[in-house]
C-alpha cells in the first residue's frame, strides 16, 4: 500500500465500502484493512501533513525559481 491507497481505502470503509470489496479491490488481507481502519486518525494525518511538506517544497522552489529569473534578466 501507499499513503494515497491507504487513505482512499479508509475513506471507502468510512462510506460503506466492504472490507470484503476492499481486500479484493487492492488484494490485501482483512486484517490489513482493519488496521487501517483502527489508525484512520493517524493516517490521515500524517497523509495531510506528508501533503502540506510537498506543497511547501514546491513553494520554495517556485520562489527560487523566481528569484533566479528576475536575477537573469537584470
Do not use: P, W
Not at 483502527?38 to 520562489?63: G, H, M, P, T
Amino acid at each position: 500500500f501507499i499513503y494515497s491507497t491507504e487513505s482512499q481505502s479508509v475513506r471507502q470503509v468510512d462510506s460503506g465500502v466492504s472490507v470484503k470489496h476492499l481486500t479484493e479491490e487492492y488484494s490485501v488481507g482483512m486484517t490489513t484493512i482493519y488496521n487501517l481502519k483502527k489508525q484512520k486518525d493517524k493516517l490521515l494525518k500524517f497523509y495531510a501533513e506528508s501533503n502540506a511538506r510537498k506543497i511547501e517544497k514546491y513553494c520554495i522552489k517556485l520562489i527560487y525559481y523566481q528569484a533566479t529569473l528576475q536575477y537573469l534578466d537584470n
